[in-house]
């Protein structure tokens, strides 16, 4: 049975994509049940993504899915138009805040990656910033993590997120600016599209989507989700395994 908050007619749904779409892995894709179920859906919904990865780290999957029209991205950093490439959207870290969360992350001995413009580059000490969106800590366990987000947590205009490793049983930390996470990028994507927050669903399952479940009228999890984000959803879905987005489709579009 339908919840009853979906007695409304929602114009959009946006999901994550590592762990919601596709696996959580570095070359995941979505399943053919997925596709199926999204090509269904197109004719009667507005679908978008809120991803964590840049734009060419998507690009496949975009094609895949033949999404059209505006896509969070850079985990809220950016919102670009697909098919024109026009950026609608965007909100960088400062310069300053680049450099000192890039060295505390080093002085724990952790992996420092900057998405900047459209590239990875190592963090070295002859890295000078550009565009910076992200800065990534990579390959960590559980307790480091949770000392790095400590060490910056004296930055107010730095916001920082855990989120699953691509390599199994690891972290990752994903540090932005406080108005580039995906609650942000929600707010502009609702006035680019000129429809109200409460017209929106939203779907994902890592911490990172704690900000997307913030400003969406109905909020799904998946069953892989962290128990945090299951416990301020109005619906669980079955896990990115099991076709959980065919199935939120199947149930609350179709």
Not at 15 to 40: C, H, Q, R, Y
Not at 86 to 111: A, G, M, N
Not at 173 to 181: F, G, I, N, Q
């Amino acid at each position: 049975m339908k919840s009853s908050k979906f007695r409304k007619k929602y114009k959009t749904i946006i999901f994550d994509v590592d762990g919601t779409l596709v696996p959580n892995a570095e070359d995941g894709m979505p399943s053919k049940k997925v596709i199926e179920a999204i090509n269904k859906a197109r004719e009667k919904i507005h679908i978008g993504i809120a991803s964590g990865r840049p734009y060419f780290m998507l690009s496949r999957i975009v094609e895949l899915l033949k999404l059209s029209g505006p896509i969070i991205i850079n985990n809220g950093a950016q919102i670009i138009d697909i098919a024109t490439k026009e950026v609608i959207y965007e909100q960088l870290i400062d310069k300053k805040d680049v450099i000192e969360t890039c060295l505390s992350f080093r002085k724990l001995k952790i992996p420092v990656y900057i998405q900047d413009g459209e590239k990875d580059i190592k963090f070295t000490k002859k890295y000078i910033p550009k565009q910076p969106f992200n800065v990534f800590g990579l390959r960590l366990e559980s307790s480091k993590a949770d000392l790095a987000i400590t060490a910056i947590s004296h930055l107010p205009s730095i916001a920082v997120h855990k989120i699953p490793g691509w390599k199994k049983g690891t972290e990752a930390l994903l540090a932005s600016h406080v108005r580039a996470t995906k609650q942000y990028a929600i707010l502009e994507l609702a006035k680019y599209l000129n429809i109200n927050t409460h017209d929106i669903i939203v779907v994902g399952d890592g911490h990172n989507d704690f900000p997307l479940f913030m400003a969406a009228g109905f909020r799904i999890a998946m069953g892989n989700a962290v128990p945090e984000l299951k416990e301020i959803a109005d619906y669980i879905a079955p896990s990115v395994e099991e076709d959980g987005v065919a199935h939120v489709i199947e149930k609350f579009v179709l």
